[in-house]
């Protein structure tokens, strides 16, 4: 059975596809594999564990987060600035009733289920059951991003319509989704952003185009593709050729 104890463990990672494994996949089959099997371990940035001490705030397991991540601290056991900002950031988004209002909802609700015969699970920030789905997003900003020579809005740039469409379909009932967004700015931003049918109808459609293809290579029954790009490939990268500079 799932929980939020082995939720993520290599066991049920390998048993099951989740939305961020699958944008791994997206991103690199080669580095995704290799988390999955414990071969590469993505650096916890301060910029990712600012976004996870928000999180802990409204799951509340805040003192749990700050128990497994002494490196927040200072050496007087103070908050480093980062996450002092988070503070601020928690304060900002509790004064706001609408934002309040979607994040009220049953917290890190897991369900599982399959898509193209491929088991998935999903944990659900805020689920409003029968209602909607919210998910919450703690970002640099809402700028539009560029990616692959296109300017895009950041919940394509970041996959968040992918994982959308997920959580949709595993949850069952085609509930609408929303992202319940905050900016890690100096005086932070916040959002309540729909994400409309048909987007997520298109967005499930990259998902079942795919996913057969990653469950083979978590079967080992294919190879992965390398990036090269990514610091997995990078670090794995093995000398086969003198690149002429004009390549470059």
């Known amino acids: 059975m799932l929980t939020a104890e082995n939720y993520f463990s290599q066991e049920n990672n390998m048993k099951y596809m989740g ?15 290799a988390e999955i099997k ?12 600012v976004g996870s001490y928000v999180d802990s705030h409204y799951e509340g397991t805040l003192d749990i987060f ?10 007087k056991g103070e908050l480093k600035s980062e ?23 049953e917290k890190q609700v897991i369900k599982t289920g399959e898509i193209f015969g491929v088991p998935f699970k999903i944990k659900m920030d805020s689920y409003h059951t029968g209602n909607k789905i919210v998910d919450l997003k703690v970002m640099r900003d809402f700028q539009p991003i560029w990616k692959d020579g296109l300017q895009l809005s950041f919940v394509e740039a970041w996959g968040y319509d992918i994982q959308a469409a997920i959580y949709q379909f595993v ?25 409309p049918q048909n987007r997520l109808d298109y967005c499930l459609e990259i998902v079942t185009d795919n996913v057969k ?19 997995y490939c990078k670090s794995t990268k093995i000398l ?9």
Do not use: V
């Open 213 to 231: 293809r990653f469950d083979d290579i978590k079967k080992g029954l294919i190879e992965p593709t390398r990036c090269e790009h990514c610091d």
């Open 83 to 105: 996450y002092r900002q988070a503070e601020y950031i928690i304060q900002r988004l509790e004064r706001d009733e609408l934002f309040q209002q979607f994040m009220s909802g």
């Open 19 to 33: 939305s961020s494994q699958f944008k791994s996949f997206m991103n690199c089959e080669a580095m995704a594999l």
């Open 171 to 195: 949850e069952g009932d085609s509930l609408p989704f929303y992202i319940a967004g905050a900016t890690k700015e100096k005086e932070p931003d916040l959002a309540i952003i729909a994400i």
């Open 66 to 75: 700050k128990a497994k991540n002494p490196a927040i601290f200072t050496q």
């Open 38 to 49: 414990g071969e590469f371990e993505r650096e916890k940035t301060a910029a990712l564990l």
């Open 240 to 248: 086969t050729e003198i690149l002429d500079y004009t390549s470059l």
